[in-house]
């Protein structure tokens, strides 16, 4: 058994949002606290940044998209 | 027999009970990158202020080979020192004497312990490395964990007690640490669960190891059982010696003083919170631009951080600090996050620590595992303990506090002392989108382009209501303040409020929701 809440590479939306920005692609390497993509929800242009240094191996959201709770946003490797 | 004799008798005994459970075993503690119960009782209080007690116990156990066996100290050293000169009783499970398991004596040893911390009113530090009861010593060991228990019960809010996970801590075992006010683990040593992985294997056929069951990952980022994360074992000593200086030794004594000092200059509060209520920052540097010299101890930094709780000192008195923090998950309220404010704010007030709320969250989490999870009897605990905390309570509004969770972060209504709120902050039964869109329903519907009307009844209502005066106009808040009088204040209203009586009617005691 994975222990899939430790397992901080799949990026997911706490709670349903709006996507406002999408600041890397796929391939970007990426430093630890760096923005990858800003989730607009609970009233807030929530930042969702990189938990390690490392590099970006999806991106399956754009700009003004709408996702639902869970929805994993980034992946990386 | 000559006096000299007996002495040199005394340290030869001395010398064979410091040798633990023998070279061997010792090693082995050694390479599972442990250091020995002694060596850790060293290692975290002051130099050469431990004195042992109980060295020359001896268990009496008789059946299943163990009539005649010889267990130094019977896994377990317990004494007293001090921590930056301030005393503590202490025990340390001897992992190397017979697993540092817990037989009859070895638990009259603990308990002897946490007697003496109740009656002399000190705090109780005790470092679980065990393989749980020991099997041969039967229903005594049951007894021995149940005496730990209520021990833990009795001594509950009198005074600190600190639990150490530093090796296996499994079955009935958990609980003692469970009990009491902190508890601080060690990545790949510390291991707690009530069931072990062989158990689940047997029964469910579920395959896990001890590590992503119950290792210290698990505790100090999913369960929130631990308070206390470090890497190494020096480093958990270096939190534990840092968290002594800001608690006090009993509940009816006053956190040590320090020497006042001015935060940083690094940290200017003027410019953490942005104008935009959109936007996130990390609300500890508005502590760390509050506090003298900087200097916050967080509590639970790896759990439920849309919440921050930790001390730290105003005009070198101990404060307790509670925060909605905006850079996690937008700052909301939900299960975990209640269940970790709700129980500092009941230690802050047991231990007559002052309480600071600062308040910037856009209220409860939806969601349908919240409602399922139990978000209201969560919720409520952190309302309860709000309420029920008569220890000085001062709230600072930074920017958004809306619909139940306005209430329950230390607002008037649950009689918070003090209320002051920043020219930013907007306190309404709820955001402006939402409420336009329930109170101009008609209109917007109505409307020749509702999408401008809603627009238009947005703006409205945020003008009207999203600022701290209409709260200001009731007295629910005291004052608005600029940013930079924040330290002011809060240094002013401790002053002011060190005479506090909060009378409350008698009663055995209250029942929280948990």
């Known amino acids: 058994m994975s222990l899939n809440r430790l397992d901080n590479k799949q990026l997911t939306a706490f709670i349903p949002g709006t996507i406002v920005d999408v600041k890397v692609k796929v391939g970007q390497q990426v430093k630890q606290g760096e923005i990858l993509v800003v989730l607009d929800a609970m009233k807030m242009h929530n930042r969702i940044l990189a938990p390690m240094n490392t590099t970006v191996k999806e991106v399956n959201v754009k700009t003004g998209e709408r996702v639902v709770k869970g929805f994993v946003m980034v992946v990386l490797d | 027999m000559p006096l000299n004799d007996k002495i040199e008798e005394l340290k030869k005994r001395k010398e064979e009970v410091l040798q633990g459970g023998g070279e061997q075993a010792v090693a082995k503690q050694a390479a599972m990158g442990k250091l020995t119960a002694r060596e850790r009782i060293i290692a975290l209080l002051d130099e050469d202020s431990f004195n042992e007690y109980d060295m020359f116990v001896e268990h009496e156990a008789r059946d299943f080979g163990m009539d005649g066996k010889i267990l130094h100290g019977d896994g377990v050293i317990i004494g007293t020192g001090t921590i930056y000169g301030a005393p503590v009783a202490i025990f340390a499970q001897d992992f190397t004497v017979a697993g540092g398991s817990l037989g009859f004596m070895h638990a009259r040893k603990i308990t002897k312990m946490m007697d003496y911390a109740l009656r002399m009113r000190i705090p109780l530090i005790g470092i679980n490395d065990s393989g749980g009861a020991r099997i041969q010593e039967g229903v005594n ?140 920052y990390d609300v500890r540097d508005v502590i760390r631009a509050i506090v003298d010299d900087s200097d916050f101890f967080e509590i639970h930094e790896l759990w439920a951080g849309n919440i921050v709780i930790g001390f730290g000192r105003l005009n070198g008195e101990t404060v307790g600090f509670v925060a909605n923090q905006p850079m996690v998950m937008a700052g909301v309220l939900d299960v975990d996050s209640s269940d970790k404010a709700a129980r500092f704010i009941r230690y802050c007030n047991a231990f007559s620590i002052p309480l600071c709320t600062l308040v910037d969250l856009p209220g409860y989490l939806p969601g349908i595992d919240q409602e399922h999870a139990g978000v209201i009897r969560h919720g409520a605990k952190l309302l309860y303990a709000y309420s029920e905390a008569s220890v ?102 401790l002053e002011v409020s060190s005479n506090k009586v909060a009378d409350r009617p008698f009663k055995k005691h209250g029942i929280p929701p948990f």
């Open chain 2, 141 to 280: 060991s049951l007894a021995g964990y149940g005496e730990i228990f209520w021990r833990n019960t009795l001594s509950s809010g009198i005074i600190p007690q600190i639990s150490v996970i530093l090796g296996p801590c499994a079955g009935g075992a958990v609980y003692s640490p469970a009990l009491t006010d902190f508890v601080f683990v060690v990545d790949k040593i510390s291991k707690m669960f009530i069931t072990g992985p062989e158990v689940i294997k047997s029964v469910l056929g579920e395959e896990i190891s001890q590590e992503d069951l119950g290792g210290a990952k698990v505790h100090a980022m999913i369960t929130g059982n631990a308070h206390f994360y470090s890497e190494s074992e020096l480093e958990c000593f270096e939190q534990i010696k840092k968290l002594i200086t800001f608690i006090p030794w009993n509940n009816t004594r006053k956190a040590r003083s320090f020497e006042p000092k001015e935060p940083k200059s690094t940290y200017n509060i003027s410019e953490i919170v942005p104008g935009d209520p959109k936007q996130p």
């Open chain 2, 392 to 493: 000085p309570k001062m709230t600072v509004i930074l920017r958004k506090a809306y619909g139940g969770g306005y209430i329950a972060m230390s607002s008037r209504h649950l009689r918070a002392d003090f209320v002051f709120a920043w020219p930013g902050a907007e306190i309404a039964v709820m955001g402006p989108e939402g409420a336009a869109n329930i109170i101009f329903r008609k209109e917007i519907m109505e409307a020749e382009n509702p999408d401008e009307m809603r627009k238009q009844k947005v703006e409205e209502y945020k003008e009207k209501f999203a600022n701290p005066y209409v709260a200001a106009a009731k007295g629910y808040i005291d004052t608005v303040i600029e940013p930079e009088e924040t330290r002011k204040m809060l240094l002013h209203s």
